[in-house]
């Protein structure tokens, strides 16, 4: 069993739809939990972070964190076509990723206009 | 401000040949993560270094190597080249400041390997 596990998808829904991402871990020492979009051809940028339990809101984009189910999620609300990209959830138990950080292998997400 | 700089962005090699992979951080940044990405295993950690040192190391065969410099510039190496070591080699770096909280990590381009 990998220590992440995320569904790669391709995950295609309509332009305006809410999306949800997750991605289930099993190591219980992790502590900071990061979702990267990467376009093709480009490096994964970050798109958020959280720290332990919770949830934490940026605009169109909603994080939530459930560590008593080793789960996470990620939202999209309004979902534009620029949204298209791959999308990864990281974890590590360091805040600096000093220990590395630890990926899922990415969800395909395709938004149709 | 100038992002994580990769060189060469393309590099085709045969197998048993060795390559060096070239890795400029954001300027002020002292830790560069090297990690690899395929379409079998996703990203994975090859090793961090900061302040010349190697930190820490993912479960990678010692034919994977790297080294930083005094301007924090890095290198990866990788020795005897395997056909399975065809990837997107992605470096990061971090400014590693507050040793025990959130240091956000920005990636460069990558770097793609085709080896024949």
């Known amino acids: 069993q990998k220590e992440v596990e995320q569904d790669p998808g391709p995950l295609s829904v309509p332009e305006g739809a809410i999306v949800s991402l997750n991605c289930t871990y099993s190591?219980?020492?992790?502590?900071?939990f990061m979702w990267y979009r990467q376009y093709s051809r480009k490096g994964p940028e970050l798109l958020m972070y959280?720290?332990?339990?919770g949830n934490k809101e940026d605009g169109r984009f909603t994080a939530q964190v459930d560590k008593s189910s080793k789960y996470i999620s990620l939202f999209i609300r309004d979902s534009q076509p620029s949204d298209s990209a791959t999308y990864l959830c990281a974890m590590s138990a360091a805040g600096g990723g000093a220990d590395g950080l630890t990926f899922g292998k990415g969800t395909h997400l395709i938004i149709q206009p | 401000k100038a992002g994580v700089t990769q060189t060469p962005r393309y590099l085709i090699k045969t197998r048993g040949q060795q390559v060096t992979l070239s890795c400029s951080p954001i300027?002020?940044?002292?830790?560069v993560s090297w990690y690899q990405q395929t379409p079998g295993q996703g990203l994975q950690f090859l090793f961090e270094?900061?302040?010349?040192?190697?930190?820490n190391k993912g479960n990678f065969p010692g034919r994977f190597s790297g080294r930083q410099f005094s301007n924090s510039r890095s290198e990866m190496n990788v020795s005897t080249l395997e056909l399975g070591d065809s990837a997107l080699y992605l470096c990061?770096?971090?400014?590693?400041?507050?040793?025990?909280?959130?240091?956000?990590?920005?990636f460069g381009p990558g770097t793609r390997l085709t080896v024949l």
């Open positions: 300027s002020g940044h002292r830790s």
């Open positions: 190591n219980s020492a992790f502590q900071y």
């Open positions: 270094y900061f302040s010349e040192t190697q930190r």
């Open positions: 959280t720290y332990s339990s």
């Open positions: 990061a770096s971090s400014s590693r400041q507050r040793a025990l909280s959130y240091n956000e990590q920005f």
